[in-house]
């Protein structure tokens, strides 16, 4: 960047007004160096700050892919994981409905079995404890186990 000079303005009415000029000029000089310095200085931070940003920008970028991926990968195991649980699902109602159709066969087999069941079908059993009036044993007689309960 040029600088613009301007002329310095000299009233030679006093005496002392030149060496105030100078001065000024200094003065003048001085600021707009300082000014450019710092002008340069405020350059130098914003474009470290563009710099920081973009780096930033691209880690970012590439975080999101990484998630976009993670994402997507996450969705197509849910997915398959739905679509095996859908199958188990109608598999268990299959085999519900088996298991229904099984105890029905059974149920009616047993209804079934009970009709056709008959008191004829019973074998008698020689038991003769059910015949209380029928001693077994001959030579026992009532007296002896009179005595017993003595």
């Not at 970012?60 to 197509?76: C, G, H």
């Not at 029905?104 to 059910?130: R, T, Y």
Request: aromatic share 6%; proline share 4%.
């Amino acid at each position: 960047m040029a600088s613009i000079q301007r002329p310095v303005s000299s009233c030679s009415a006093s005496g002392g007004s030149d060496g105030m000029d100078l001065q000024i000029d200094e003065r003048k000089r001085k600021r707009m160096l300082s000014n450019r310095e710092s002008a340069r200085r405020s350059r130098l931070r914003k474009q470290q700050q563009v710099e920081d940003l973009t780096g930033e920008a691209g880690k970012l970028k590439i975080e999101n892919d990484r998630l976009a991926r993670s994402i997507k990968a996450t969705e197509e195991a849910y997915l398959k994981m739905e679509a095996a649980n859908d199958v188990i699902r109608a598999q268990t109602r299959e085999l519900e409905a088996q298991f229904r159709f099984l105890n029905s066969v059974i149920d009616a087999a047993a209804a079934e079995e009970a009709n056709s069941f008959s008191v004829d079908d019973v074998p008698l059993i020689d038991d003769p404890l059910l015949k209380p009036w029928f001693i077994p044993y001959p030579n026992y007689s009532m007296a002896s186990h009179e005595m017993m309960l003595r």
